[in-house]
């Protein structure tokens, strides 16, 4: 034994004190001298007496339970099947790439929506920004034209004042002045060239009207105007009626020759009194603000006609008034009906020399055939409002 402890002190005594292992986990542990010494390019080789070195083992870990592999349905199956390649693309699912926006004014808000970003998407629907409910409406339509003249031709303006009950309902009244009213160019160029004409009752002009109704807003909406501005727009549908009042064409203008010198007549017109007058119509009415607003129409006025009597003279009275024309009695004294208006077929024109007992004529083959007709005058109307 003792020959065997002394070999073994002998091998430690002459091992290097470079490393040493620790107590417990068998690690090799670098000494502070080994750290510090500088290390060598040559390669050392190892002493027959120096000890190996002995990798440590690692401690075994505890195994963890096993689980059981899930099982796969077939379709989980055929998902992971590959899928042959076709000629058209797959769509991505990878969502849409954002669109820069260089101006950055494109992200200001417009009334609270970016009308112009490419990015933003605005669905709204909103309540009207100006309510109508309680607020009286003027609107002024300074030119009316009649758009289906074919005996008549009228131009003219309108008036009409609105009391909104409701949002949707408002009560109306409507004035108009058809300031130019004559038979259209059609039925003068017959009387010119063929002496015939339409007949007086389809030829019965409206000079002017005055109507009560409804007016309903059924439709309402916003819209963009200039890039800055939200314009609100209604559709309005109004109806109404009332009374008007007619004339007929008793003789076109004519040229008469005075002293060598050539006169135009201006054309003679005959009362044919008051007619039951009635509308329908429907257009847009674009607000600006909460007062102002632009009103877009089309309305069809509908008016009874019947020619029987012309300038209050029926047929008994022109028939008076030719007889006693040619033995110049005085119309005053033939016992004429209480409307008629005898004096229009009296007299000379002091310029053109015109004798207006000739008319005389005329009007008896107006009333001579009495002629009744329903007229439909479908006019234009464009104006402004104004809201209060």
Not at 120 to 139: N, Y
Not at 210 to 229: C, I, R
Not at 299 to 324: H, I, P, S, W
Request: proline share 8%; glycine share 8%.
């Amino acid at each position: 034994m003792r020959p065997t402890s002394l070999f073994a002190f002998l091998l430690a005594v002459a091992a290097p004190p470079a490393l040493a292992q620790a107590p417990e986990s068998g690690q090799p542990i670098a000494s502070a001298e080994a750290a510090a010494a500088p290390q060598q390019e040559t390669p050392v080789t190892p002493s027959e007496v120096d000890p190996i070195p002995v990798k440590p083992e690692p401690r075994p870990s505890r195994p963890a339970p096993e689980q059981p592999a899930p099982s796969m349905s077939e379709e989980a199956l055929e998902a992971q099947t590959p899928v042959p390649a076709t000629d058209a693309p797959l769509a991505s699912s990878e969502p849409p790439e954002m669109q820069p926006v260089a101006d950055l004014s494109q992200h200001r808000l417009v009334n609270g929506a970016p009308l112009h970003n490419p990015n933003v998407s605005v669905h709204v629907v909103q309540k009207k920004r100006f309510a109508d409910e309680g607020k009286h409406e003027l609107s002024l339509y300074p030119v009316v034209a009649q758009v289906n003249g074919r005996f008549t031709q009228h131009t003219g303006s309108a008036f009409h004042y609105t009391y909104h009950l409701q949002e949707n309902f408002g009560l109306q009244v409507s004035t108009q002045y058809n300031w130019y009213s004559n038979e259209s160019l059609f039925n003068l160029e017959l009387i010119d060239k063929v002496r015939e004409q339409a007949q007086a009752a389809s030829a019965l002009l409206l000079v002017w009207g005055a109507q009560a109704g409804v007016e309903v807003t059924p439709l309402y909406g916003k819209f963009a105007f200039y890039d800055n501005h939200l314009l609100q727009f209604s559709l309005v549908i109004n109806g109404g009626a009332g009374i008007g009042s007619t004339r007929v064409l008793i003789r076109p203008d004519v040229t008469n020759q005075v002293d060598g010198e050539s006169f135009t007549v201006p054309a003679r017109f005959g009362d044919t009194g008051t007619k039951f007058l009635g509308s329908v119509g429907g257009g847009f009415r674009v607000q600006f603000g909460d007062s102002m607003a632009v009103r877009l129409e089309v309305r069809d006025q509908v008016y009874t006609a019947r020619v029987d009597r012309v300038d209050g003279c029926n047929l008994q009275d022109f028939q008076k008034l030719e007889d006693a024309r040619g033995s110049g009695k005085d119309f005053g004294s033939l016992g004429l009906s209480g409307g008629c208006q005898y004096q229009k077929f009296d007299g000379v024109d002091p310029k053109t020399r015109k004798n207006y007992r000739e008319d005389i004529v005329l009007g008896k083959d107006l009333v001579g055939n009495p002629s009744s007709d329903v007229l439909n005058n479908l006019g234009f109307y464009a104006g402004f409002s104004l809201l209060f």
